[in-house]
């Protein structure tokens, strides 16, 4: 018996029920994504799928070019098709590569958005020491059919300054996008 119908019995055998899986064995069933909830009357438990919530981060690209200019390349997933933002700036500030990166990913996230009236606007990113950690603090604006709404995203900088400001990023717009994409 695979792993995967074990644990869905077992979550079955938790509730003391059968699920219409367990009785109907549908084709598409991915346990995974699966909530297990026992019904109101107490007469056996339904499943749920679940779709994916989340943008992911799937790669950073960085390439310094001659006359002192970046080229970032972010690419994110969702639903397993991959978006792209670019962005290239001059290395005239600190922090070059941050602003880039965020920039970079608010361009993947328009992409992502394109058949939709909704787009990200990159606002500020700012490298930060808050409670002894180091981060990457990202605003972001987040226009839907004409309506404003700010926000802030925030991730740990760890050894990869990028790498943290796409996080932030994402941080800030998988709140709405979970929202906007369902």
Not at 8 to 18: A, F, G, N, Y
Not at 48 to 75: A, G, Q, S, Y
């Amino acid at each position: 018996m695979p792993i995967s119908d074990m644990l869905h019995r077992r979550d079955c055998l938790r509730i003391r029920s059968k699920c219409r899986y367990c009785v109907g064995g549908e084709e598409t069933y991915d346990w995974r994504s699966c909530l297990v909830e026992a019904l109101p009357d107490g007469e056996g438990v339904i499943h749920r799928m679940t779709k994916p919530r989340r943008v992911k981060f799937v790669n950073l690209t960085l390439d310094t070019l001659p006359e002192d200019k970046v080229h970032v390349e972010v690419e994110l997933e969702w639903r397993g098709e991959s978006y792209y933002g670019r962005t290239e700036e001059v290395l005239l500030q600190e922090d070059i590569e941050f602003t880039c990166a965020a920039k970079a990913a608010c361009g993947a996230l328009n992409t992502l958005m394109a058949d939709r009236q909704t787009t990200f606007e990159y606002l500020k990113c700012e490298p930060i020491t808050a409670v002894g950690q180091e981060l990457a603090v990202v605003a972001v604006a987040i226009h839907v059919d004409g309506d404003n709404q700010y926000t802030v995203g925030v991730s740990r900088v760890r050894d990869d300054p990028p790498h943290a400001a796409v996080r932030a990023v994402l941080n800030a717009a998988n709140r709405q996008l979970s929202i906007l994409l369902t």
